[in-house]
């Protein structure tokens, strides 16, 4: 009799099922967190620029990136494989539609937050606090002070 928790002759929590299923559940997560936010957006005619869309300019479709992702992890085949980058470029190619979009839509506004969001990929956020102190980038003619100079 197969054990319950065997999938195709694999455990089930092998590091590589984990990883599936921690992407798809990411990913379902951030497609209802991105879709309730543009949905607040479009009621009151405006742009969605907070929550996921502070950090990217497409999270629903990262969000169903996460889950192809996933499903990769999960169910490794010919056409899962075959998919995966055909489907990639369809959700560019539909992003790249909706941004003339919103240019024509939001004008300036639009510009603005593209140039400072990225489209898919998230970038860490660098804040300089007032009190914040630029790198020291002096340039000194030989040892550091302090150190001795035999």
């Keep these: 009799m197969e054990r319950p928790d065997r999938l195709d002759g694999r455990s089930a929590s092998e590091p590589v099922h ?5 992407a798809i559940g990411s990913g379902f997560w951030l497609i209802a967190a991105s879709w309730k ?3 607040a957006a479009v009621q009151h005619d405006e742009l ?6 502070a950090w990217a300019r497409h999270p629903q479709y990262d969000g169903f990136l996460l889950i ?7 169910w490794p085949t010919i056409p899962t494989l075959v998919m995966f980058p055909i489907l990639v470029y369809v959700y560019i190619r539909l992003a790249r539609a909706e941004e ?17 969001t990225p489209a898919f990929w998230p970038r860490p956020r660098h804040r300089v606090t007032p009190h914040a102190r630029a790198p020291d980038t002096t340039v000194r003619a030989g040892p ?3 150190e001795d100079q035999r």
């Design 144 to 146: 550091p002070s302090g």
């Design 37 to 39: 936010r543009l949905h």
């Design 100 to 116: 003339r979009e919103l240019a024509e839509r939001f004008g300036e506004q639009w510009t603005a937050y593209a140039a400072q």
């Design 48 to 53: 969605a620029t907070s929550g996921p869309y």
């Design 68 to 74: 192809m992702i996933g499903f990769l992890l999960q």
């Design 18 to 22: 984990l990883a599936g299923y921690i």
